[in-house]
Nanobody, 115 residues
Framework: QVQVVESGGGLVQPGGSLRLSCAAS????????MGWYRQAPGKQRELVAT???????NYADSVKGRFTISRDNAKNTIYLQMNSLEPEDTAIYYC?????????WGQGIQVTVSS
């Protein structure tokens, strides 16, 4: 019912920046919230940042002050601006879309922070 597609990942050096995008499409009820999660090698998936349809944001402590989540006016696309990236940020980043009618995940996109 809901399709979620991430883009913008890649390889960046420590201290650099990346901007991830996530677009939700298809047939769905109103969006409650969207967010970014990540899973580093050998670790569990963890919340990175979420944003509600009203614009309220929530961040993991590890990314506060460095990452910024935002949404467009249509409330079906979110972005994750990642600054001051660290090797510890290396992970597969997953976009989540939570709607009144269901929950959907993107396929994940690789972010690698390395020299």
């Amino acid at each position: 019912q809901v399709q979620v597609v991430e883009s913008g990942g890649g390889l960046v050096q420590p201290g650099g920046s990346l901007r991830l995008s996530c677009a939700a499409s298809g047939r769905f009820f109103s969006i409650i919230a969207m967010g970014w999660y990540r899973q580093a090698p050998g670790k569990q998936r963890e919340l990175v940042a979420t944003i509600t349809s009203g614009g309220r944001t929530n961040y993991a402590d590890s990314v506060k002050g460095r990452f910024t989540i935002s949404r467009d006016n249509a409330k079906n696309t979110i972005y994750l601006q990642m600054n001051s990236l660290e090797p510890e940020d290396t992970a597969i980043y997953y976009c989540n879309c939570n709607t009144r009618g269901g929950l959907a995940w993107g396929q994940g996109i690789q972010v690698t922070v390395s020299s």
